[in-house]
């Protein structure tokens, strides 16, 4: 692991993280004013394997019962369309 990353300094050096990528929230078409919670494992430093994200939205939907979130793995092609439509939001 590279201790120097921003990563590591904010984690006090662990060895091992609860979990780290990147997410963002996402308009839902409509007038609704919903949205959705878009979390992936996009970490340099300790990017999270893959077979965790479904976990990790197991564990939101326990704790936030009805939130909208969806997991992504960071080679997802879908991922990086979301990526490129926030960004034009932008």
Known sequence: ?????????????A???RYSGEFHVQPLGGT???????????????????????LLKELLLHN????NVE????EDPALKAYTKEVKALQ
């Open 1 to 13: 692991k590279d201790v120097l990353s921003k990563h590591a300094l904010l984690s006090n050096a």
């Open 15 to 17: 060895r091992e993280v």
């Open 71 to 74: 997991v992504y793995d960071r």
């Open 64 to 67: 936030f019962p009805g939130l």
């Open 32 to 54: 609704g004013g919903e949205h959705r919670l878009v979390i992936d494992n996009n970490s340099g430093t300790y990017a999270p394997e893959k077979a965790d994200l479904p």
